[in-house]
């Protein structure tokens, strides 16, 4: 009903950037949030930022600064700016969608993208 699909990840050296997007689409009315977790290897997936339909956004105090998250005009696309790239921000990101309602006001509940390796060299 709801397919997400991300892009952007990939090898950066530290101090780099990258900008990660994903877009959501199906017979989607509304999406409430939008965001990203992170997952390194041996660890839990752990919140980076999510931006509401109203544009209110939480970011994780580990990105504070270096990372940004928007949605697009349509509010089906959300990026993630991430600047100043550190080796510890080396994981998988993973698009996470909350509050899908369809177009025929139907509550989709809530997704999970495939994941996007994001590796930063020391």
């Known amino acids: 009903q709801v397919q997400l699909a991300e892009s952007g990840g990939g090898l950066v050296q530290a101090g780099g950037s990258l900008r990660l997007s994903c877009a959501a689409s199906g017979s989607i009315y509304r999406v409430n949030t939008m965001g990203w977790y992170r997952q390194a290897p041996g660890n839990q997936r752990d919140l980076v930022a999510t931006?509401?339909?109203?544009?209110?956004?939480n970011v994780a105090d580990s990105v504070k600064g270096r990372f940004t998250i928007s949605r697009d005009g349509a509010k089906t696309t959300v990026y993630l700016q991430m600047n100043s790239l550190k080796p510890e921000d080396s994981a998988v990101y993973y698009c996470n969608v909350e509050g899908v309602v369809s177009r025929d006001f139907r509550d989709l509940g809530n997704y999970w993208g495939q994941g996007t390796q994001v590796t930063v060299s020391s």
């Open positions: 931006i509401t339909s109203g544009g209110r956004t």
